[in-house]
């Protein structure tokens, strides 16, 4: 197990969590304390705990924060939620707010600005921390107010923490210098070794999209909706490096016709010709893994590719990418019941035999892994290991309001973002379900993206 390993919610924390009207009141507020531990916890361990004041204040990539912005940033959002909204407290530092206002400056600015040195993103984060925590005390969970009804603010507290810290392991990820992670898997993935059918098929019919009632889901995962799909077939697993490096042998980066139009101009002018960290030394593929370079591990499915990418791939494979719609039929749907599902195996949330999530590893599982977490129509590994790219611009569900603020979805909303599905190796497992959407642009790769094909039945 990776010295991560602790980071994980425990089985009980989870479900309680999740199921917040059948917890007293004071449970409810211990077991939100002790989600915010177990986020903040995470944070040192990317940040503070492991890399010295340079690496916290450099920007590694103009597409990512300094670390030391991320540290802030997550004690400044929950001081504005948790302080000043819900317990109605004075600002503490009202002077830097526009320093960690993700809309105000774009990543590849802030490092110009004057923000707060690591000891004191640490000592204002802990400060604001040791507040919250007081103020659980007083705090009065109320369906009268929405920010408090069934404490979702705090929900989505806990979960913009885990989100910031994924993000930070990209950050990792593209950080020149010394390894601080570890190398090896000591952790493997539950596999049952049978030989799996290439797709499963998903009927035709409606299923109900979204969720309404669903405590954890944020606004652009509401209102619950039906939708009626034609059938169709999806890949049974992620698409492997195995698979992906077939493309890349066949010349798929060079055929013109394979790519969108404006993923073409993109290829051209990036010159990429693999994805993102893969290196050739004579006919080998290697990979650099958090400042190592290893073999590329056939059967681990692909990552950091962008959308482009994975939408020439389909097309090569005579395939294409599923819309969110299908994906998240394949996903959540029981068609045998007529049920919706939380997650692909049911409503609980699940453990290490289920998915691969939560920073245990710091890579993708085997494809075809965890056959206890698979959906009810038989496919794997779509919660965990890699998100994965669809053909869905990311908009609003029918019905869609914003809450609590417009920057966190509807700002976004348009065809200039691909929604991503299912999380990955990276997400924590109170931030993924079968409803959670990600968005970003179709040329990022440095987030830990894969796909899955999809084809009409």
Known sequence: MSQYADLR?????????????????DEFKSLVAG???RARDRSFGLTTNVLEEADLVAQHSRLMSPLVWDLAHVGNYEELWLLRAAAGIDPMRPEIDSLYDAFEHPRSE?????????????????????????SLESIRLSPDKPLLDSGFVYRMVIQHEHQHDETMLATHQLRRGEPVFPA?????APHDHRVLAPEVLVEAGEFVMGTSADRWALDNERPAHTVS????????????NAAYRA???????????????AGWQWRCASGKRAPAYWVREGGTWLRRRFGRLEPLVDDEPVQHVCWYEADAYARWAGRRLPTEAEWEKAASWDPAHGVKRRFPWGDEPGGPGHANLGQTRFHPTPVGSFPAGASPVGARQML???????????????????????????????????????????????????????WDYPIRRQIFAGFRCARDA
């Open 9 to 25: 919610p425990s089985a009980r924390t989870a479900a309680l969590l999740a199921d917040g009207d059948h917890v007293a009141a």
């Open 35 to 37: 989600e915010l531990e």
């Open 110 to 134: 802030r490092p110009k600005l004057p923000l707060l040195s690591p000891a004191e993103a640490r000592g204002y984060i802990d400060l604001v921390r040791r507040k919250v925590l007081d």
């Open 184 to 188: 090896g898997d000591q952790a493997p």
């Open 229 to 240: 799909l034609p059938a169709f077939w999806i890949d049974t697993t992620p698409v492997s």
């Open 247 to 261: 493309f890349v042998a066949a010349g798929g980066y060079d055929d013109e016709r394979l790519w969108d139009p």
């Open 384 to 438: 965990g290991d890699v998100w994965e790219w669809t053909s869905t611009s990311f908009t609003g569900h029918p019905g869609f309001c914003v809450f609590p603020y417009r920057e966190y979805s509807e700002v976004f909303f348009g065809n200039d973002y691909k929604v991503l599905r299912g999380g990955s190796w990276a997400t924590d497992p109170v931030v993924v379900r079968t409803t959670f959407r990600n």
